[in-house]
């Protein structure tokens, strides 16, 4: 059964960074399209951006010019770098694997002074 577990959520201040981790176990995930939405307090859940099987990258306007996706393929992991952190940024991130509509539990991404 394919999972994605997201990781590496937590509290920073504004203008901090974080790195969230997607490990996609029972896929070779370099293989498969991936993305990161999020949702905040009551909010509908947004996309945050897109790694393709090509390894293009799509990121939304929100967070374009602070976030960066990548791949470690040995580690069979995707990455969110957030940079320049705002508190508008506050929500649960999660890893979506579209081909086979799938998603993560979800991590808590806090900003705030």
């Known amino acids: 059964q394919v999972q994605p577990v997201e990781s590496g959520g937590g509290w920073v201040q504004p203008g901090g960074s974080l790195r969230l981790s997607c490990a996609a176990s029972g896929i070779e995930s370099r293989f498969y399209t991936m993305s990161w939405y999020r949702q905040a307090p009551g909010a509908q859940r947004e996309l945050v951006g897109t790694?393709?099987?090509?390894?293009?990258?799509y990121y939304t306007d929100p967070v374009k010019g602070r976030c960066t996706i990548s791949r470690d393929n040995a580690q069979n992991t995707v990455y969110l770098q957030m940079d320049s952190l705002k508190p508008e940024d506050t929500a649960v991130y999660y890893c979506?694997?579209?081909?086979?509509?799938?998603w993560g539990q979800g991590t808590q991404v806090t900003v705030s002074s």
């Open positions: 790694i393709t099987s090509g390894d293009k990258t």
């Open positions: 979506f694997i579209p081909r086979l509509n799938t």
